[in-house]
């Protein structure tokens, strides 16, 4: 069975810090997905990336960044110089290959607080 | 500019009473999924259409059914709505599925509140 793991439940730290957010998942199949998503306040899930699992390079989006390594199942993404509002509830989420479209398995986020 | 539409964003019924939630998209997406989102936890898959097929997830409760008429628009019905499932309903629409997994777009969802 397929599980995601986000230990930080809520992270607060004061603006123009940098942030990481931790995910471990685990999964049996050798093809799957990893995602993750922005939740604003407003409740739509925003999509941020997408990384497969033969694809370890990590990748930089502006002020952010994913760090992906299989050996420790882990994707962790990292906010440089955060802003007000980076603030949001994010999700780390997996699908995997061999299952085609049956959804997503999302962890149980992390609110994520920045302070002015 | 609109892509995963919900309606109503919020939604009121009263314990018992049968309620209906929308979805449409403007993606033209092949797939379309209903998540159920109780307050801070996350999202958890109810079922998906994959096209008129229907995929229900294995803990589904039964009092939760699913209408696709078209590739617009989805539904999601809740036949006796108990306490326990006032939460959050998020449609989510892929272009297709098989091995490539694609991104899934949101909509706001709906909140609903049983009384």
């Known amino acids: 069975a397929q599980k995601v793991t986000q230990a930080q439940t809520e992270i607060s730290v004061v603006e123009k810090e940098d942030v990481t957010l931790d995910c471990v998942y685990e999964t049996r199949d050798t093809t799957y997905y990893l995602f993750w998503y922005k939740q604003p306040p407003s409740g739509e899930l925003v999509f941020l990336i997408r990384r497969n699992s033969f694809d370890e390079q990590n990748e930089i989006s502006g002020r952010y960044s994913w760090n992906f390594q299989k050996s420790t199942s882990s994707f962790n993404f990292t906010i440089t110089a955060s802003q007000v509002v980076d603030s949001a509830v994010y999700f780390c989420a997996l699908s995997e290959g061999g299952r085609g479209a049956d959804g997503l398995t999302f962890g149980k986020g992390t609110h994520l607080i920045i302070q002015p | 500019d609109a892509m995963v539409i919900q309606n109503p964003r919020y939604q009121v019924t009263q314990f018992g009473k049968p309620v209906t939630l929308s979805c449409s998209q403007t993606l033209n997406h092949n797939v379309m999924y209903w998540y159920q989102q109780k307050s801070s936890q996350a999202p958890k898959l109810l079922f998906h259409?994959?096209?008129?097929?229907?995929?229900n997830e294995a803990d589904t409760p039964d009092n939760f059914q699913s209408r696709r008429p078209n590739t617009s628009f989805c539904f999601l019905d809740i036949r006796s709505p108990g306490l326990g499932d006032a939460a959050m309903y998020l449609c989510a629409t892929s272009r297709d599925r098989g091995r490539a997994a694609n991104e899934q777009f949101f909509g706001p969802g709906t909140r609903l509140t049983v009384l």
């Open positions: 259409y994959y096209d008129k097929d229907f995929n």
